[in-house]
């Protein structure tokens, strides 16, 4: 059974860069077709998709975020990491990792999913 679990700091300063984990277990993050994205839903709002990484290490980001979005895997781990620069308190909210089969940009497509870890921008 392949489980997703999110890990990272809970309170981030405004302007510093969000880092989160999502290591993977019962499944690797190469196997086709693969899809791995990090998701987030800010307090009374919908999920947002931020991004993703391929089976085969290609990444692909929401427009809006792009120019502060990076993701990236270690496989020898299981693992893949998102970095969010220039965070505002706009950016607060619960952040999850996600599995789909290919690239899908809606968050509901998505049929596996972690437990999900708040994240609080303040100073």
């Known amino acids: 059974q392949v489980q997703l679990v999110e890990s990272g700091p809970g309170l981030v300063k405004p302007s510093q860069t969000l880092s989160l984990t999502c290591t993977v277990s019962?499944?690797?993050?190469?196997?086709?077709?693969?899809?791995w994205a990090w998701i987030r839903q800010p307090l009374g709002q919908d999920p947002e998709w931020m991004g993703g990484?391929?089976?085969?290490?290609?990444?692909d980001y929401s427009p809006p975020l792009r120019s502060r979005t990076s993701i990236s895997r270690d496989t020898s781990k299981n693992q893949f990491t998102l970095h969010l620069s220039s965070v505002t308190p706009e950016d607060t909210g619960v952040y999850y990792c996600a599995r789909a089969e290919g690239l899908r940009t809606v968050a509901n497509a998505y049929g596996l999913w972690g437990q999900g870890t708040q994240v609080t921008v303040s100073s």
């Open positions: 019962g499944g690797s993050l190469t196997a086709y077709p693969y899809y």
């Open positions: 990484i391929r089976y085969d290490g290609d990444t």
